[in-house]
């Protein structure tokens, strides 16, 4: 399994930017899916996730109402739309993916991992 995260970029705070994942093989629509970022010099922290069917949507506090996480099951992709950016939302961005029908919100839930994309918000 292979996930392909892109669409980072560098933005002005109030910008916008649209993530999407994209994963290999014959299954997608399976796997529970997520996004999760890391600042410079800060843990890997959770961003969203998305059940396997799309139904259920679970944010981090800090992006609530900003992003939207959501999946296209035909294409194998994941998106993340973020809106009203803000320099703390500077960091990579990674995508993940779990084999269960649950919302995952835990590092530890996740059984593959993308490579990341760079998002940077300037002020």
């Known amino acids: 399994v292979q996930l392909q995260a892109s669409g980072g970029g560098l933005v002005q705070a109030g910008g916008s930017l649209r993530l999407s994942c994209a994963k290999s093989g014959r299954t997608f629509s399976t796997y529970a899916m997520g996004w999760f970022r890391q600042a410079p010099g800060k843990e890997r922290e959770f961003v969203a996730a998305?059940?396997?069917?799309?139904?259920?949507?679970y944010y981090a506090d800090s992006v609530k109402g900003r992003f939207t996480i959501s999946r296209d099951n035909a294409k194998k992709t994941v998106y993340l739309q973020m809106n009203s950016l803000k320099p703390e939302d500077t960091g990579i961005y990674y995508c993940a993916a779990a084999f269960t029908d649950r919302l995952v919100a835990g590092q530890g839930g996740y059984d593959y991992w993308g490579q990341g994309t760079q998002v940077t918000v300037s002020s």
């Open positions: 998305i059940s396997w069917s799309g139904d259920s949507t």
